[in-house]
Nanobody, 123 residues
């Protein structure tokens, strides 16, 4: 599965953005997908995960209640709706596919990060 993120931009604190992760490959609908982010000088961190059907999701504490991950398997796309954005959310966001169908925040399950998209939140 090859993935490419889009939808980033510059937004003020408290604002919203919706990111898209477009996939190619016939196995997309059978795999869990996760969103990741990497800020300058920091390690890549997982943000949210969704299982193959979209019925199960997981979030890290720092975004829980503000971000929502969803997917449309008919369009081979996973979304990340980001609300109440904070300056500390500034990072390059990317997506990757799991080797499993179940949602998980275990980074080791994911591979194949595609090109990311920059999100910048101004204070």
């Amino acid at each position: 599965v090859q993935l490419q993120a889009s939808g980033g931009g510059l937004v003020q604190a408290g604002g919203s953005l919706r990111l898209s992760c477009a996939a190619s490959g016939r196995t997309f609908s059978s795999k869990a997908i996760a969103w990741f982010r990497q800020a300058p000088g920091k390690e890549r961190e997982i943000v949210a995960s969704i299982n193959w059907s979209g019925e199960s999701t997981s979030y890290v504490d720092s975004v829980n209640g503000r971000f929502t991950i969803s997917r449309d398997n008919a369009k081979n796309t996973v979304y990340l709706q980001m609300n109440m954005l904070k300056p500390e959310d500034t990072a390059v966001y990317s997506c990757a596919a799991s080797v499993f169908a179940t949602a998980s925040l275990m980074i080791g399950r994911y591979s194949g990060w595609g090109q990311g998209t920059q999100v910048t939140v101004s204070s």
